[in-house]
């Protein structure tokens, strides 16, 4: 789905939900390789953290950093010096992370899985060479792409989490089993679930924000708050503050900044 320019507007919202008092939580949804997106996403950040005052900051990449865009090198490596200015930065990883990985172990099966779901445009990013890559077989890929991959994108993409959890937030890439408590939840499932968490409307102990399904805007519900807004084909990257009871929206456009508080 693409972004509708004449919907309802997105604005603060409160609700039973808060994260302890003196923290800020900004949560970006999917970037897949759209570093001019994610580059404009953290200039929003920066300048809303500065007007709002002091609180302890953390930032929340919901996964999928990678795939179908452009830059997937380019957006591992700003997420990771993204640490060194804001320490509290935590990645979740996502099943396109989850692909990646399993591709840089030399496996062709698993390469040619990977560049079927969009790794083609991450392993373009890092190969630097359109013609010798598009002239390569798979067995030749996949023995040469883990030696393009820095040791250090490897271990931030491998070091992600799979759930964290703060105050009556939790935060997932793709969903949870309904009615399976958070801590007993499968990889797979926190990774690649869809309808079954997306049609459920049980209460699930914690308010759930994901991303890995795609909505038009973002997408709350009375139990999850869905925030991929398809950037890579959209051109619009959403980000959530959350800050007490209150929520807002962030948006990075092609085309503009826009800032809805």
Request: hydrophobic share 40%.
């Amino acid at each position: 789905m693409f972004w509708k320019r004449n919907s309802k507007p997105v604005g603060v919202a409160r609700g039973n939900h808060a994260i302890p008092e003196g923290r800020r939580v900004y949560a970006i949804g999917d970037i897949h390789g759209r570093d001019d997106l994610f580059a404009q996403m953290m200039d929003l950040i920066r300048a809303d953290h500065a007007r709002r005052g002091p609180a302890d900051l953390t930032i929340v990449l919901l996964g999928d950093l990678i795939d179908r865009g452009p830059a997937s090198a380019a957006v591992v490596e700003r997420a990771i010096r993204l640490r060194e200015e804001f320490p509290d930065t935590r990645l979740l990883i996502g099943n396109h992370e989850e692909c990646f990985l399993a591709a840089l172990t030399g496996d062709v099966r698993r390469l040619r899985y990977f560049m079927r779901i969009g790794g083609d445009a991450t392993v373009r990013s890092y190969w630097n060479d359109d013609g010798s890559l598009d002239a390569a077989s798979f067995e030749e890929v996949a023995e040469r792409l883990p030696d393009l991959v820095p040791a250090e994108h490897v271990r931030f993409l491998g070091m992600g989490e799979d759930v964290i959890e703060i105050g009556d937030y939790a935060f997932v890439h793709a969903g949870i089993r309904p009615g399976v408590p958070l801590e007993k939840q499968s990889m797979t499932d926190l990774r690649w679930i869809r309808d079954e968490f997306l049609d459920d409307m049980s209460e699930h102990g914690k308010m759930i924000i994901h991303g890995h399904s795609i909505s038009a805007e973002p997408d709350e519900q009375m139990n999850r708050i869905g925030i991929d807004t398809g950037a890579f084909r959209s051109g619009i990257l959403a980000a959530i503050c959350l800050e007490g009871e209150a929520r807002r929206y962030l948006f990075a456009r092609e085309t503009e900044l826009q800032l809805i508080a």
